[in-house]
């Protein structure tokens, strides 16, 4: 089966060689920090992307490493990764609490940052926290006496009137209710969580989890009356042999001892620990207390800008798929938006949808920047097939619609070429950016030069897609430099905030040893090579890290790019987009046969600098 075919099901649930350069200008930052209510003034600025870790182990390495002159004025914003907080699971967004991570991050680096002018983009994960949070941990301790009782969902209690009990102990909704939801893993999205009463009880948990239990000793065992040292031991190895195993301790086999299996599972499970991501029960005040206190603390860092992830998951009704209900998520998504302005930032929410679904207009409308996960597949897809048609087209819907964005070309996810594709709603049909042929090319293009696919999974529990494509953009093009260079002065060139991966700006290749290597979630690994101190600084002397950078200063720092857009008319092949604002004027003229281009700046003086690359 056609890779695009696989994706339908999951859909319908929610909808050049030589630089040449004249630089007689240097210009002033282009940002617009004004705040007419934080979601109407987006800064201007370029944007890095990274982990507090990805450059030599610190937040303080990337902090000296934009301190070079190689690195002057290039950057505007961070947005960096939640290993920035507190964290134990899925590369920070599992997140323990939002104090920074001491280990990565000190107060010294915000200070420093600061100094750059430099404001952040943080996540708020809306949807769960971790296990080892102080609220889920006060709940394992309390447990109905617990303050934080109904901070997270009890999953028997949520669908105690729609559900039907199982031989596990735990509710399954209704087929009827069953077969509406949204689920990003094979089977009942729960944690069985042992109450301090000796229960077991099914909390929500959408995402990552895991059950571990430490080894016991002889001595645990001698509080069982009647129990010998001897018998002690033998009990100790039969069990510890059982959790290395990972068995089913319900089912321990105790040759012998079976009378005693009750005190030994109770002792057992009295060192069970738990890994998961555990979502919240936004029906709570307490919850959205937490929102307001954490937004707070992120302003305080320095933030500007706030991406709301898995925001989708957190409105949940039995009945509805439970992901983006509507209208309820629109309401939390209003709510949060009052919390943010409070403490002057700009929220946004992040949506994957297929262009069809017109789900990013929706966001749009409701005067939300949105990301542009379009970008990434249209600009591989002109490049590799010298067309400007479906590129321009996109460019032509955001200047024309108002559209307020932040593009990427690879980030710390895949790259979402799915997104682009069309949707019938209602019996019409309607198309996307790219038809499902091109679609399918882009993706095989990539797969072939060793990208990675991540999948997911229907109500039933069977895979039933590939999600995104996991590869560094440079090895998705290829690895071919000119190509490379292109797609970069194409996005800089771009409506919204430019938001640059860092691996990307020194001509990562895929990871392939970290892919194997990174279990269930690999394939993730394949584009977060982290990089020492002194390979970031020998390919700061590189000549595809120079031009980039020399092409990210003039889009951070030039008025024109605060300005009007005009596409000039051209031929097919060619792509000439002009910016201008109070006489300042950047244009970039592009062959997308030839993956040459140039870059021209004016300011009203009449100083130029030229940019060409051949």
Known sequence: MALIGLVKFLRGLFCAASLCIMEREQGGYAMNMETRGAQESLPNGVMLNAYPD??????????????????????????????????????????????????????????????????FKFDLVLNHLSVRSPQFQDLLRHGDDSEYRDFFIDWNAFWAEHGEPTADGHLMPKPEYLEKLFMRKPGAPILKVRFPDGSDRPYWNTFYQEVRYREVSPEDFLRVEGLSDADAA?????????????????GLQLNGYASLKDSVIAIVEQKRDYLG???????????????????RKLSEYGAKIIRLDAFAYLHKEPGEA?????????????????????????????IHAEYGC?????????????????????????????????LLRWIQEIREKGLKTINMLGCHDGIPVLDLSGKEIDGTARPGLLDEEQIEAVMRRIIARGGRVKSLYGPDGKKISYYQVNATFFSALGEDERKLLLARAIQLFMPGIPQVWYLDLFAGKNDYAAADNGGAAGHKEINRTNLTVEQAEASLQASVVRQQLTLIRLRNTSPAFQGVLEIAQTEPHLLELHWTRDGHRASLRADLCQHSFSVEHASPSGLERRHAYL
């Open 54 to 119: 990805s450059i030599g182990g610190k937040l303080s390495d990337i902090v000296g490493l934009l301190k070079r002159p190689e690195l002057e004025k290039a950057f505007a914003l961070f947005y960096i990764l939640p290993t920035f907080f507190n964290s134990d699971l899925d590369r920070g967004f599992s997140v323990i609490d939002y104090d920074h991570n001491p280990e990565l991050v000190s107060p010294e680096d915000l200070e420093e940052l600061n100094r750059l002018e430099i404001l």
């Open 358 to 390: 017109g789900l990013h207009e929706e966001v749009a409308e409701k005067g939300f920047p949105i990301y542009d996960f379009f970008f990434p597949g249209l600009v591989i897809d002109a490049i590799e097939r010298g067309t400007n048609a479906h």
């Open 277 to 295: 991501q555990m979502d919240l029960n936004a029906r709570s005040e307490k919850v959205w207390r937490f929102y307001d206190e954490t937004l």
């Open 322 to 350: 439970n992901f983006f209900n509507r209208p309820g998520t629109w309401d939390y998504l209003d709510r949060l938006r009052g919390l943010a302005e409070k403490h002057g930032l700009i929220v946004f929410p992040e």
């Open 234 to 250: 033998v009990l100790a190895d039969m069990v510890n042999a059982a959790i290395r195993e990972k068995a089913d301790l319900n």
